[in-house]
């Protein structure tokens, strides 16, 4: 079917992103990274440059760094270490604590001042030839078929235009016009609390509390830090009509004046918020998906918000990319949200208890608030902490190997020379990392050399100098693949392009079946010699070199 005289080949884009904050600028760049042609469509004739977000973790990170930004960024980000839960008196009721280095690769917590990531963000967004983006665009109306989506477009000056696309993903935030126009309803947790947001630029060195919540029943108070030079106060109100009082600069000195006093910083934000914990009922229609604040929005107590919105983007990047290659038809869209929101629902509960601990406004009740947790602690039982869950269901092997669906490691390597992060070393994209030995099988029967046209890279690990050409087997320099293999009862991993393992295999046989299975899901020749009856054309006995690593050896 046509639309405004276009034909298939007649698209104004092949994704368009509505929405240009994080979320959509991760979007948009992968996408576009991949080739794709993007056209971004934001309501502000500019950045929003305020900060919202302040915190993001390691997983995160490697996203950044994967859109070319990571290093650019990290000399503006604070890496925290820890992140602490106190009374009214100051006592410590919880603690968490982040590694200098996480299993993405990087420090596991990272506190910014957003407006700095939005500009390199957008940079790194402008500077790939295939991406456009059109500020002053508000999407008014929309409508799609089952070839094409048509968004209704409305300029500043009042000009009206319709953008032709393949799909459409909304990342227009909490209030998204598109889910209200697509009729999406969304499941309300009912956690839902006004809070007044106090940022300031520091004008000297200040000792400041970087990381901590403090439960103090008249006054709830979180204080934050946004990177090295910019700091965070939010308080709790009564109500939202609170805020035209509360709001007045004198009134806010007085309330950070244990902490700060004018010749310190500059007072350069005052806003309100309500928090709320609520996830859209459905995230995809037809060619339009939702992600980020449009799909789901969650209380700010573990500092996921915008990683949820970037793990988002992450997901469906690599799930278009195959869609839009034509390797796989849209049923592949219906993983998004079978992935994600477990994920999502998760994190939204585990920030709604964390926000009840210290939210606790009866005196009474955070007395017996303190004892708990102050007994726990003394016991030494980890009362805040969560391990984020992987994926149970979607883009995954069939196979139920130990670590799929897991979150994947990143470690550092060594090719010939080359030592880094495994993502800088040896390429970013659907990855098979797999013993020496297992190496040595799956290049002897072809199988090698369909994973590399298929586009994945394929890593042989090895704990001892490795004696080949660069970029078939690489040093793993801490062992960390190796640790990982052991405690997976694993030779061979299957890691997909946002970082979360396809599969696993615990033996030479396995491997090839996963490296098959790979192949077939991402609609890949997969004629190798292990799927027919004999290999003697490769000069090696490939059936006898499968059998003998059933055991499962490691390098």
């Known amino acids: 079917m046509q639309r405004n005289g276009r034909g298939s080949e007649g698209f104004d884009a092949d994704v368009a992103v509505v929405g240009y904050g994080p979320t959509g600028m991760a979007m948009a760049g992968l996408l576009a990274q991949a080739g794709h042609r993007v056209l971004v469509l934001e309501r502000y004739a500019g950045l929003y440059n305020l900060p919202r977000a302040a915190i993001f973790d390691d997983e995160t990170m490697r996203t950044l760094d994967k859109l070319g930004i990571a290093e650019q960024m990290a000399p503006k980000l604070h890496v925290q270490r820890n992140y602490e839960w106190v009374n009214a008196a100051g006592q410590l009721l919880i603690d968490h604590s982040f590694a200098e280095r996480g299993r993405s690769g990087w420090a596991e917590w990272y506190m910014m001042y957003q407006p700095e990531l939005e500009d390199a963000l957008d940079a790194a967004c402008r500077a790939l030839p295939s991406l456009t983006v059109a500020h002053g665009a508000t999407v008014v109306d929309l409508e799609q078929d089952d070839a094409s989506v048509v968004l209704h477009v409305e300029d500043l000056d009042g000009a009206r235009r319709a953008i032709s696309c393949r799909y459409a993903v909304a990342c227009d935030g ?218 149970h269901a979607g883009f995954l092997s069939s196979s139920p190997a130990g670590g799929r669906g897991e979150l994947s490691i990143q470690a550092d390597v060594d090719d010939a020379g080359r030592r880094g992060r495994f993502d800088e070393v040896l390429g970013r994209g659907f990855a098979l990392i797999v013993t020496a030995e297992v190496h040595r099988l799956l290049s002897s029967d072809g199988t090698a050399d369909a994973l590399r046209s298929a586009g994945v890279v394929l890593a042989g690990v090895t704990q001892q100098a490795p004696q080949t050409v660069p970029g078939s087997v690489v040093l793993d320099v801490d062992g960390a693949y190796a640790q990982w293999f052991a405690d997976h009862d694993a030779v061979a991993v299957a890691v997909r392009p946002d970082f979360y393992v396809y599969g696993a295999a615990a033996d030479g046989p396995a491997a090839l079946e996963l490296a098959a299975e790979l192949l077939r899901d991402l609609g890949a020749a997969t004629s190798t010699a292990s799927e027919t009856a004999t290999a003697t054309d490769t000069g090696t006995d490939t059936h006898a070199l499968a059998v003998s690593l059933r055991s499962g050896a490691s390098a």
């Open 174 to 391: 909490g209030n998204s016009a598109v889910r209200r126009r697509l009729d999406i309803g969304e499941h309300d947790y009912g956690f839902s609390e006004p809070w007044m947001v106090c940022d300031f630029r520091l004008t000297r060195d200040v000792e400041l509390p970087s990381a901590r919540q403090v439960g103090d029943p008249a006054k709830p108070v979180s204080i934050i830090s946004l990177g090295p030079r910019h700091h965070r106060f939010s308080f709790m109100l009564d109500s939202a009509a609170d805020f035209e009082v509360a709001s007045e600069p004198a009134l806010i000195w007085a309330r950070v004046a244990d902490y700060l006093v004018p010749d310190d910083a500059e007072l350069i934000r005052v806003a309100t918020y309500t928090f709320r914990s609520l996830v859209a009922d459905r995230w995809r229609d037809g060619r339009i998906v939702l992600a980020g604040d449009a799909a789901h929005q969650m209380p700010p107590f573990l500092g996921q918000g915008m990683c949820s919105g970037i793990r988002d983007a992450q997901n469906l990047a690599f799930k278009f990319d195959l869609l839009l290659r034509g390797r796989r038809d849209e049923e592949l869209l219906d993983t998004y949200q079978l992935e994600r929101e477990p994920h999502v629902r998760a994190v939204v509960e585990k920030g709604i208890e964390l926000g009840r601990l210290q939210t606790v406004r009866d005196p009474v009740a955070a007395a017996e608030r303190d004892r708990r947790l102050i007994a726990a602690r003394s016991e030494g039982h980890d009362t805040g902490s969560m391990r984020f869950p992987g994926l």
